[in-house]
């Protein structure tokens, strides 16, 4: 499975923006999928995923009630609808797949190429 992450820009705090990762490959709708995000200087962290049918989310405290991902299975994409958004949310943020529906970053075993998200005050 190969991802390409986009959508990622310039946004002020208190804004909304949408990523978007495209798989290829007929299989995408066997893979979990999840968010990631490393802030400069930061480990990488955990942001949200999703299980194979949409049956199944969840989020990082830190985004929780704020962020929402989503897939469509038959785009091979899955979607990051960021709203009210924070200088902390300021990242390069990075989706996966993964056969295990887990939030470490280590079960993950295809990952995007990133997509810089930055808010600015």
């Known amino acids: 499975v190969q991802l390409q992450a986009s959508g990622g820009g310039l946004v002020q705090v208190g804004g909304s923006l949408t990523l978007s990762c495209r798989a290829s490959?007929?299989?995408?709708?066997?893979?979990?999928m999840g968010w990631f995000r490393q802030a400069p200087g930061k480990e990488r962290e955990f942001v949200a995923r999703i299980s194979r049918s949409s049956g199944s989310t969840s989020y990082s405290d830190s985004v929780k009630g704020r962020f929402t991902i989503s897939r469509d299975n038959a785009k091979n994409t899955v979607y990051l609808q960021m709203n009210s958004m924070k200088s902390e949310d300021t990242a390069v943020y990075y989706c996966?797949?993964?056969?295990?529906?887990?939030?470490?970053?280590?079960?993950?075993?295809?990952w995007g190429q990133g997509t810089l998200v930055t808010v600015s005050s």
């Open positions: 996966a797949a993964t056969q295990v529906y887990s939030g470490v970053s280590l079960r993950y075993d295809y």
């Open positions: 490959g007929p299989t995408f709708s066997n893979y979990n």
